[in-house]
């Protein structure tokens, strides 16, 4: 009994061992294919828009997106009082037959991430995907429109935004919406304080995509911010002449997350290799147990062949 106790608790301890160390890992494969389940339902929205029987419904959204847009900027954003908090939906998805409040999603092909896009940052929205806070507008692009998109910098081993900082002065960023696809091509980054809603606002005569998220990495009291104008071709070849209004921000100090982040993949890694050890570890010991019983019983083999033979 003692024993059977023992190898029982052994074999627990294992299993609750391997599951903390891997849980990040599989926390992450598990959030890979719920995106893309959820973006492939999307999709199939996307597809349905195209006939008659969605067309009404998700015109008069688009329309009621714009006209939004157009409110916001001629308001100048008056409500607009935090940088991160906003967490309300102005919009009455489920008419337009969207219950889940997806409205798009997001691409980035130098982070590596595809996220569902929904409406307000509130906490479910957050932890199924990236956000489009409220009072900015929304994605359906245009002359003076800024898109702020929120993301966690990293959410129960989902990496989400966490790598914001590799992305450089011309790397792509797409916004798929029921409609279109927009293309945005980064421009600059900075760092601001989490009550600097100045510098998520929109700007006169811009078509602009803002991706923020928490900093530095862990820490999370200040806020990355990275700034994407529409692509040249999108724009259809418009350009606004003399300064340009976003190279001139400057935002504050800046500290580097790259070595916080660093060492959690080392440690990631390391866990994943312990994980793995352990989990062949079992098999091994059989292994070798059963080629010491094949061994044994091979050398006793011919001593009772000839012990027979004598008898």
Not at 15 to 28: A, H
Not at 74 to 97: C, H, I, M, R, V
Not at 245 to 254: D, N, S, V
Request: proline share 5%; net charge negative.
């Amino acid at each position: 009994m003692k024993r059977g106790a023992l190898i029982i608790l052994a074999g627990t301890l294992f299993l609750t061992g391997v599951g903390i160390l891997s849980y990040p890992d599989v926390r992450k494969l598990i959030s890979d294919h719920e995106n893309k389940d959820t973006i492939a339902r999307f999709q199939e929205e996307r597809q349905q828009a195209e006939k008659a029987s969605a067309a009404e419904s998700y015109t008069e959204l688009f329309r009621c997106m714009q006209d939004y847009n157009a409110r916001i900027y001629a308001d100048e954003q008056k409500e607009l009082k935090d940088a991160w908090s906003y967490e309300q939906n102005p919009f009455d998805l489920d008419t337009a037959g969207l219950p889940e409040h997806m409205v798009g999603y997001l691409t980035i092909e130098a982070m590596d991430q595809k996220l569902p896009l929904y409406i307000g940052a509130s906490d479910e929205n957050m932890s199924r995907g990236a956000a489009v806070l409220s009072q900015t507008s929304m994605p359906v692009g245009g002359e003076n429109t800024n898109c702020v998109i929120a993301a966690h910098r990293g959410y129960s081993g989902i990496p989400m935004f966490r790598d914001i900082e590799e992305l450089e002065p011309g790397d792509r960023v797409e916004v798929a919406n029921l409609w279109d696809t927009l293309e945005y091509e980064v421009v600059k980054s900075i760092v601001i304080s989490p009550d600097d809603i100045d510098a998520v606002k929109i700007v006169p005569g811009e078509d602009l995509l803002t991706l923020i998220t928490c900093h530095p990495y862990t820490q999370n009291y200040q806020r990355y911010v990275v700034y994407c104008r529409r692509t040249p071709d999108e724009r259809q070849g418009e350009e606004s002449g003399g300064e340009d209004p976003l190279l001139g921000r400057t935002g504050i100090a800046y500290v580097s997350s790259g070595g916080e982040i660093r060492k959690e993949r080392l440690l990631d890694g390391a866990a994943l290799s312990v994980c793995l050890a352990l989990c062949a570890a079992p098999a091994a010991v059989w292994l070798v147990q059963r080629r010491k019983g094949r061994r044994k019983n091979g050398s006793q083999g011919p001593q009772r062949e000839s012990k027979t033979r004598s008898q």
